[in-house]
């Protein structure tokens, strides 16, 4: 493994026992990298010209570079990519060197998620036990819908467009040419509401969020097995999966708070959506009771249709069709 040393200041390279300033460089004394530089001041590179001038280009990045007889020297960055052809020793060390530097902040970085695993995990327990009871709850105000309409509503939410939109009828009556008597149609199209929050009943909203937590358990147990010589597609595999946590986190509160939403919806604009007679008459009973008008389908029957009379005034229309 390549040594990896990165300065962030000229002091720290003056320092060195072999750092001379201004020390020339040219591709035939170039020998191996030392280290790079990031610095907050400018410095000056020391790549040798063919008309034996230095380049002096200042610059705050670069590469400290050993020469054949063991001195070391500055050299921009810029320079290294300019004056260095792709074939070069130096353009190969540096790729060699950029590699295992990111190779190394990667293992820093798996070390760090490691090191938090206990809190990690205790943050994914706690959002785990409250989704399961949201899905809970989720589920006990849906189970009376029956099959079809749930399966509807998942649908519904899925396609991303849970609007309830009906078509408003006109009727006007006219005479035609022939003294028939007929009706003359003038349609409007209305949104009547929408059903928010619909990702609660969608079962893949909790199951990828779940098997996301599994995911991440595993990993940690694999994480801990990492060596510092482990090769770096595999250490960023595991950063990246234990860098999830955020995102799993995240997307758990989002459906937490989907919750008053959808609790709020106006369920009864179902009178309008499910295709199910039977399920709707079942629907029709649970919201008149639920809204403390107790009694059957007969009943409820009537409290709708009351509902639907209102509407139709309220639309200024004769007739209700669903699209």
């Known amino acids: 493994m390549m040594d990896i040393r990165t300065f962030s200041s000229p002091d720290e390279i003056r320092e060195l026992p072999n750092f001379v300033e201004n020390n020339p460089l040219t591709k035939a004394t170039y020998k191996g990298l030392v280290g790079d530089y990031h610095f907050g001041e400018e410095v000056e590179c020391c790549f040798q010209k063919e008309n034996g001038n230095l380049c002096l280009h200042s610059h705050r990045r670069g590469w400290l570079i050993e020469l054949l007889d063991g001195t070391v020297t500055?050299?921009?960055?810029?320079?290294?990519?300019?004056?260095?052809?792709?074939?070069?020793?130096?353009?190969?060390?540096?790729?060699?060197?950029?590699?295992?530097?990111?190779?190394?902040?990667?293992?820093?970085?798996?070390?760090?998620?490691?090191?938090?695993?206990?809190?990690r995990l205790e943050q994914l327990g706690q959002m785990r036990s409250r989704l399961e009871s949201l899905k809970s709850r989720t589920n006990a105000l849906i189970s009376d819908f029956g099959e079809n309409t749930r399966r509807q509503l998942i649908t519904l939410g899925r396609s991303g467009k849970p609007d309830v939109l009906v078509k408003g009828v006109k009727l006007r009556p006219y005479v035609d040419d022939n003294g028939k008597q007929k009706q003359e149609r003038s349609v409007i199209q209305v949104k009547l509401g929408s059903f928010n929050g619909l990702a609660l009943i969608q079962p893949e909203s909790f199951y990828q969020l779940f098997q996301s937590m599994k995911d991440v358990s595993i990993v940690y147990d694999e994480a801990e097995t990492i060596e510092d010589s482990s090769k770096a597609s595999e250490v960023d595999r595991l950063v990246n999966k234990l860098g999830?946590?955020?995102?799993?986190?995240?997307?758990?509160?989002?459906?937490?708070?989907l919750e008053s939403s959808f609790t709020n919806n106006n369920f009864e604009l179902l009178y309008y959506v499910v295709q199910d007679r039977c399920e709707l008459e079942a629907i029709m009973v649970k919201l008149m009771n639920d809204a403390g008008q107790i009694g059957g389908r007969k009943k409820s029957r009537g409290w709708f249709d009351d509902k639907h009379q209102q509407l139709l005034k309220q639309l200024g229309v004769d007739r209700i069709e669903r699209v």
């Open 74 to 119: 500055l050299l921009g960055n810029n320079c290294a990519s300019a004056q260095f052809s792709l074939e070069s020793k130096l353009i190969g060390d540096r790729k060699l060197y950029n590699n295992e530097k990111r190779r190394k902040q990667s293992i820093a970085a798996l070390k760090e998620l490691i090191s938090q695993k206990p809190i």
């Open 244 to 257: 999830d946590v955020d995102r799993i986190l995240r997307e758990g509160e989002q459906l937490l708070a």
